[in-house]
């Protein structure tokens, strides 16, 4: 247990502007709850997350407002744990977040799975970019792609980057709507990310998946230069 409250201190104090769910793990078994669980519980979150983020966003954190109230709103619609009364998510909208290379979107992305972990939300992210989602279901010997598409599209909690971004093909286009539609049909809260203008939405990724984002996400454009040409992470 030591070595979990640990975890836990380090990660809240790199990030003291984020309120947890759970301030005080003694006030659980106050609750009637296991304060035990809820450490190890909460340790997992965090080791979850921290495995999922790059190195290079490894200190995200999101800072714009519209993003920053999709987390809230996430964390609002969890339910705690009967024991441990750790929240987890049950659900939530979607968001996309659309603008030019270089100007944020996959920090304000990761940032909000790092938001969610310090908070304490359990669930169970899963990230990929489109064309890594290809890459890992392309078929060859000893792949079995429905079980990667399977991984993703059921996950409860999904941030999907650079939509529209790989060369488009049959199986491609096929791929991605199928993605996007499970998580549309199921309501499972997902983020994705696209170079795409609004209006160009469609001609990247297809009307069908274009109609099904317009309908099932929060749509956040962020404006700005590419930051890595002046030298941001």
């Known amino acids: 247990m030591t070595d979990n409250l640990s975890l836990i201190n380090r990660a809240r104090a790199a990030f003291p502007q984020i309120t947890p769910a759970i301030g005080a793990f003694a006030a659980v078994d106050e609750q009637?709850?296991?304060?035990?669980?809820?450490?190890?519980?909460?340790?997992?979150?965090?080791?979850?997350?921290?495995d999922l983020i790059p190195p290079l966003y490894q200190r995200a954190d999101a800072t714009d407002e519209r993003v920053l109230a999709w987390v809230d709103a996430l964390a609002s619609s969890s339910v705690p744990n009967q024991y441990s009364k750790v929240p987890y998510l049950k659900g939530?909208?979607?968001?996309?977040?659309?603008?030019?290379?270089?100007?944020?979107?996959?920090?304000?992305?990761?940032?909000?799975?790092?938001?969610?972990?310090?908070?304490?939300?359990?669930?169970?992210?899963?990230?990929?970019?489109?064309?890594?989602v290809f890459a890992k279901m392309r078929p060859r010997p000893g792949v079995d792609s429905e079980a990667v598409f399977a991984s993703y599209a059921a996950s409860k909690l999904l941030f999907l980057d650079d939509l529209g971004a790989a060369k488009s093909t049959e199986w491609t286009e096929e791929v991605t709507y199928r993605l996007v539609n499970y998580r549309y049909e199921h309501q499972l809260p997902t983020v994705f990310t696209s170079n795409a203008a609004p209006k160009e939405l469609g001609e990247r990724v297809g009307e069908r998946v274009a109609s099904r984002l317009m309908e099932m996400t929060q749509r956040v454009v962020i404006k700005g230069a590419d930051r890595r040409l002046g030298g941001a992470a």
């Open 92 to 132: 939530g909208p979607s968001l996309l977040l659309l603008g030019p290379t270089g100007v944020g979107k996959t920090y304000q992305a990761y940032g909000a799975l790092r938001r969610l972990s310090i908070i304490g939300i359990g669930c169970a992210p899963a990230a990929a970019s489109i064309t890594d």
């Open 32 to 50: 009637g709850g296991d304060s035990f669980a809820a450490i190890r519980d909460t340790a997992a979150i965090l080791t979850a997350t921290n």
